[in-house]
């Protein structure tokens, strides 16, 4: 049996890995490969896990290829991820990949192929799942877990895959498309930028499967769950995907097409067929689909309903008339950009550009500041200042300057951020400028709800795979919208578009009336902003009479009926129904609802809807013994591609603090292997 063997491009990290491995040997331990694995400089990708072969090559422990396929009807999406994970080394494989994944996926659904053999998953408790999966793990039979950390960040395990063999797990999920500005969208992630985990490391003993290149911190205590190694695809496929698309939009377009990927299209009909157009692709970049209506067949208003178990479920998409031109009030922009290390190439182009197009958006009557953060944070001015021209100068010539380094240490500089301004009348607002990488979410919503006041928060999300869950949760907890900006060639339009939803909201103080029994999400329903459609989902007694909304634009009163009998059936819409039900309950939990009753909400939810969330798991054992316990069993994490345009920062393996954590883990290693050579000496 051959030594697997850890290669890194760097000596410093090679000897920290040595060093590691001869103190296994000293304390009694065999050498094995471990997962945790760290972005690391510019020259490598990943420290990926790379087996020898006997002629000196080297080659991954696990190789995955994936195929997806989107089936899209009017607003509801339903999506199917292949993966098939093939071991390439002489021994049995368990297999460990983070998996992006939509923000806003309810995942319903896993298969396990075994060549001709297909094994149904459960939806479980999560310990539960664990539990079985662990068990079937240590018996030698092959097993696959899907659990979720973030809502879009998912975990996914295979084990007992034998040499030479593949095995093939299918995950299908419900989704919501996008509509914004007469434009439908869908962004699906197949890859993520390395998040910074604030926070003191605890001490804690990880199991193998368990270990990302971050140790658990105070403030993030799964970020070793969440942390992937991290593989560059400059030389060829790396995790190559296949997509393919039935989109049935119900209108008639006027055009298709994806910002990001080149892309076949073909109609059928009142179908359309879309594929990528030169094949397999490496998965370094999120994939979006854009469709337009052609001009004045834009919906209005629609409703989607299914029936389910003997519960009835409506999904609502209505489109607000837009207000009337409002007298611009006077402001304060607080402009935030993050200048982590994460943001390194052309992550921190595009959030230049950005903030430069947002400096030329201000008017002689508001107020502004300017803050960037890393490891810490500064501003421009010490207190907001008028856009003149002496002011406006300074700020496009410290904006220029700005380069990309450090950790993402977010949470002071949106602390300041919300503290700038010391006009209780002012309007204000803050344009919000990152990738997002942050493993401490839950901190930062906490602290939009505490602090926000009367501010408006806008996010805009950098980079070809950023944090999607933070910036939609940013800005619903802060009460505003979010964009998207992936190229530099999307800067003006995106900008432009965003400036004229901050300049005022469309439509606000929205209520319901069902005429019949009802249970809806949102509950509460924020402002909308240019372009935006309100869209409901809500468990209904009957499918009969009409739904009342009303709301206001500008100043004037507005309403709006819609008739629940005439609808459309779609299968998908219960799912939907019970995500927003689990998103509404994990936001009472962020207000300061007890964990527990909310844990025991979410898992009544998720179980009857078979859904995977932060509280259940699905999992596949195929009860037949593939391996034998005297075989050796190995744990090898299959690593993301680095986005598209980004440069990985030299960074330590574990969380970033107030100490040199790189450093103290290699003087403590160093220690440790003198301590053990010198107790193997022998006494004079």
């Known amino acids: 049996m051959q030594i697997p063997l850890i290669r890194h491009e760097r000596p410093l990290v090679g000897l920290a890995s040595l060093l590691c491995l001869a103190i296994l040997f000293l304390w009694g331990g065999s050498p094995r490969p471990v997962s945790a694995a760290i972005p690391n400089t510019d020259d490598i990708g990943a420290g990926q896990i790379l087996f020898e072969l006997s002629d000196g090559q080297t080659i991954n422990a696990l190789h995955m290829e994936s195929s997806v396929s989107f089936s899209i009807s009017g607003v509801v999406t339903h999506v199917e991820l292949t993966q098939r994970f093939r071991n390439q080394t002489e021994d049995y494989q368990e297999a460990v990949y983070v998996l992006p994944m939509p923000d806003t996926a309810a995942v319903n659904e896993m298969e396990m192929h075994v060549g001709e053999r297909l094994i149904k998953a459960e939806i479980k408790e999560r310990q539960v799942a664990r539990k079985i999966y662990e068990q079937a793990k240590t018996e030698g039979k092959k097993a696959a877990l899907v659990e979720q950390n973030r809502p879009n960040l998912y975990r996914q395990s295979v084990a ?67 942390t992937p190694p991290m593989i560059k695809s400059d030389d060829g496929l790396v ?91 006077p402001r304060d922009m607080i402009f935030v950009i993050d200048t982590s290390g994460s943001m390194r190439g052309s992550s921190i182009e595009q959030a230049r550009s950005s903030l430069l197009k947002a400096l030329s958006r201000l008017r002689p009557h508001d107020r502004f500041n300017v803050i960037e953060f890393n490891s810490s944070w500064s501003r421009l001015f010490s207190s907001v200042q008028s856009p003149d021209a002496y002011h406006l100068e300074r700020a496009r010539t410290w904006v220029s ?167 459309r059936d779609h299968i998908g819409v219960g799912t939907l129904w019970a995500r927003e039900k689990i998103e509404h309950l994990t936001d009472l939990e962020i207000e300061g609802r007890d964990s527990e009753a909310t844990r025991g909400d979410i898992i009544q939810v998720a179980l009857a809807h078979k859904l995977v969330t932060k509280h259940t798991s699905l999992v596949a054992v195929e009860e037949i013994v593939s391996r034998e316990p005297e075989a050796e069993l190995k744990s090898s994490a299959v690593p993301n591609a680095v986005a598209k345009g980004q440069v990985l920062q030299p960074m330590a393996s574990y969380p970033s603090t107030a100490t040199p954590a790189s450093l103290l883990f290699l003087v403590g290693c160093l220690s440790l292997l003198l301590a053990g050579v010198t107790r193997l000496m022998p006494a004079r």
């Open 160 to 226: 007992n895959i034998a040499p030479g063999e593949t095995i093939v797990i299918r995950l299908k999920f419900v989704d919501s498309v996008q509509y914004d500005s007469g434009e439908f969208s869908y962004r699906f992630p197949m890859t993520l930028t390395p998040r910074y985990m604030p926070g003191e490391p605890l001490p804690t003993v990880m199991k193998v499967n368990e270990s990302g290149w971050s140790l658990p911190t105070t403030q993030v205590s799964d970020a070793n769950l969440i």
């Open 239 to 329: 995790n190559p995907i296949d997509i393919h698309v039935n989109l049935a939009p119900g209108l008639e377009l006027q055009e298709i097409g994806s910002p990001y990927h080149e892309i076949s299209v073909n109609r059928a009909g009142e179908h359309y067929e879309v594929s990528l157009a030169h094949g397999r692709v490496t998965m370094d970049r999120d994939f979006v689909l854009r469709w337009r209506p052609v001009s004045g067949s834009e919906p209005q208003a629609a409703i989607f309903t299914e029936s389910v178990a003997g519960e009835t479920y409506a999904l609502m998409m209505l489109l607000p008339p837009e207000g009337e031109e409002v007298q611009a009030l």
């Open 401 to 567: 300057q700005l380069g990309a380094g450090g950790g993402t240490n977010m949470l002071p500089a949106l602390e300041q951020a919300l503290a700038d301004g010391d006009e209780e009348s002012q309007l204000k607002q803050i344009v919000f400028i990152t990738d997002g990488a942050v493993g401490n979410e839950q901190g930062l919503f906490q602290l939009i709800r505490e602090r926000l006041g009367k501010t408006r928060l806008f996010p805009v999300g950098i980079g070809s795979a950023p944090n999607s869950y933070f910036m939609r949760q940013a800005a619903k907890h802060g009460r505003g919208s979010y964009t998207y900006i992936g190229s530099l060639i999307d800067v003006a339009d995106q900008m432009e578009a965003l400036f004229k939803k901050i300049d005022s909201p469309v439509a606000s103080d929205f209520s319901v009336t069902w005429p019949v029994q009802s249970e809806s999400y949102p509950q509460k329903i924020p402002a909308l902003y240019k372009g935006e459609p309100l869209l409901l989902a809500a468990k209904v007694s009957d499918l009969k009479g009409e739904v009342i909304v009303r709301g206001r634009t500008s100043n004037a009163e507005w309403s709006s009926a819609l008739d629940l009998s005439v609808n």
